[in-house]
């Protein structure tokens, strides 16, 4: 299990360090997240072919678990429908509020890194800023997408 913590901790340090689609995409839309408790701020960049997500990036600052989150997400959503983008926020979400196994969907992929969130309710902000931040997106938003009222509140129960 330490060599699993151990490998979950090295990718989230690596798409911390060097995050994929970190860019702006010209012509995309815009939509704009914000964690109000530790300050990160996400710009996220999405492009629809019909109902696919053809392209998506981001661009913005916010800790190690927040700039990672952003950057798997980047790489898992693309080429995904929309309602498969929303299966899989809902899968992260359960998974880092403790709702779901860490094995419990096995579709979850790379964001299985994020299991360990659970032990650490002051981070599932962090984990979700970006998620919630898509799904403001693919709604076609142009409020600033925000974490509050998403504090594992769950994890209490355990």
């Keep these: 299990m330490a060599d699993l913590k151990g490998l979950y901790q090295e990718v989230i340090l690596d798409h911390s360090k060097r995050p994929h689609n970190f860019r702006v995409i010209a012509g995309a839309g815009r939509a704009d997240g914000y964690n109000p408790l530790c300050g990160d ?57 403790g709702k779901e196994a860490p094995n419990g969907d096995k579709d979850l992929g790379k964001l299985a890194v994020f299991s360990g969130v659970c032990e650490f309710p002051a981070r599932v902000k962090c984990a979700t800023l970006a998620w919630h931040t898509l799904k403001s997106a693919l709604a076609g938003s142009h409020e600033i997408a925000s974490t509050e009222g998403d504090d594992g509140e769950d994890l209490a129960a355990r």
Excluded: P
């Design 41 to 97: 701020k996400i710009s996220l960049y999405l492009k629809m072919d019909g109902d696919r997500i053809s392209d998506v990036s981001f661009q913005g600052s916010g800790c190690a678990i927040s700039t990672a989150s952003a950057s798997i997400l980047t790489d898992s959503v693309k080429g995904k429908s929309r309602a498969e983008a929303e299966k899989l926020f809902e899968s992260l979400h359960n998974l880092v509020t």
